[in-house]
Each structure stands twice: as structure tokens, then as C-alpha cells.
């Protein structure tokens, strides 16, 4: 990290990075959670939710990318060993041991809001800091992952509505 950057961020250096692993390890873990649930999803609309599972595994994956080029800028070590990774992570990574398409769209409701509280308390750590740059990854990838919320509270809904208008029938 450049000499002014250090300068900038002095006071607050070793709590962003340890926030950054955070996110980071909890990237990781979704990326996973998006792509197995993909795998194994039954129900209803099980091809196009799985299909925007991968997009939003993809998508983590990324995200993940991100974290890490910046930790490394910061002149810190992101988390090496995926062992460690629900070790670092304070967003739950559930297991789909039940395969039924709205229960996983639920558990990644539930990881993708953690991940938004994760990311807007980078954004005001940033903030404050004055680490402008930091700011900006986490900014843009809360971004995406209000949108990963809107998608799955979109897919839920229209299940929903799927059900109720098959059951008056």
C-alpha cells in the first residue's frame, strides 16, 4: 500500500482489514451456498431459481475477488485457509439438508441481508477513516447484494402468489 494510503487509513487499518476478512470468508460461503443450492433445488421453478443461483454464485465469487485484492492492497493477509473460513464469518452458512426450492431461497434471504448489514458497516467504517477506496468496493458490492435481496424476495412472492392461486381452484 502506497505511503499516503497508510497515512490515510492509520488509525483504523487493522479493524477494516479484520471487517474485509470477515466479508471475505463470508463471500466464500455464499459463493458456495448459491452453487450447491443450485445443484440440488426440487420445487417449483427449480431450473430458473437454480439458474439465478448460479448467477448469484458467480456473483460471490467476485465479490470474494474484490475483498481479497483489497486486503492484500491494504497490505494484509486475507484468510488463507478455507477451514478458517466459518471461523471468520459472522453471516451463517446453512447447508440445504431440505432441497425444497423456497427453503433455500429463504436461507439466502437470510445470508444475503447479513451480508448487507456486513457491507454497509464497512461503508460507514470507510467513512469515517477516510479510506475513500475501500469505501467504493464495499459500496458496489452492497449494491449487488441488495439486489440478490430483491431477487429472492421477488422469487418468494411469486411462489406465493403461485400457491394461493392454485389453491382457490
Not at 6 to 14: S, V
Not at 25 to 45: D, F, H, N, R, T
Not at 71 to 77: C, E, S
Not at 115 to 127: S, T
Amino acid at each position: 500500500m502506497g505511503q499516503m494510503a497508510q497515512k490515510i487509513i492509520k488509525e483504523n487499518k487493522d479493524e477494516i482489514l479484520k471487517l474485509l476478512n470477515t466479508a471475505y470468508s463470508e463471500e466464500w460461503l455464499a459463493y458456495y451456498q448459491y452453487w450447491i443450492g443450485a445443484q440440488v433445488a426440487k420445487g417449483p421453478m427449480r431450473k430458473t431459481i437454480a439458474d439465478e443461483f448460479l448467477e448469484h454464485a458467480k456473483e460471490e465469487f467476485d465479490h470474494a475477488k474484490k475483498v481479497c485484492d483489497r486486503i492484500i492492497q491494504l497490505g494484509g493477509t486475507p484468510v488463507l485457509d478455507p477451514e478458517e473460513w466459518k471461523k471468520h464469518a459472522i453471516c451463517r452458512y446453512d447447508a440445504p439438508v431440505d432441497e425444497f426450492i423456497v427453503t433455500l431461497l429463504e436461507q439466502n434471504l437470510e445470508a444475503e441481508r447479513c451480508a448487507i448489514g456486513r457491507y454497509q458497516q464497512i461503508c460507514n467504517l470507510c467513512m469515517s477513516a477516510k479510506d475513500i477506496e475501500t469505501f467504493h468496493v464495499a459500496r458496489h458490492i452492497l449494491s449487488d447484494e441488495l439486489d440478490h435481496e430483491q431477487d429472492l424476495e421477488d422469487y418468494l412472492e411469486d411462489i406465493k402468489t403461485s400457491m394461493e392461486h392454485m389453491s382457490k381452484k
